[in-house]
């Protein structure tokens, strides 16, 4: 329930939007497509952040790795 780069999270009268991240990319890691450990928990701004940063598709561990750090 927490954005696992900016840390915030719903409370105190704060609403956050996450938005699920697939650690492995969903194209090409079909067979864990809905595997839980296969994602992290973005808000909404960091989510689009990192895809601004990144691209779109075939992300990979290393990036979401790099991006956690950058704050």
């Known amino acids: 329930y927490t954005c696992q780069r900016c840390r915030s999270h ?3 009268g704060h609403r956050v939007v996450l938005h699920p991240h697939h650690i492995l990319n ?3 890691y079909v067979e ?3 595997a839980i450990d ?13 895809h601004k ?3 779109q598709s075939n992300n990979t561990r290393v990036q979401i790795l790099e991006f956690l750090k950058k704050i």
């Open 38 to 50: 296969n994602g992290i928990t973005l808000c909404i701004n960091c989510h689009k952040t990192f």
């Open 26 to 28: 969903f194209s090409q």
């Open 53 to 55: 940063l990144y691209g």
């Open 10 to 12: 719903t409370g105190s």
């Open 32 to 34: 864990l497509r809905f």
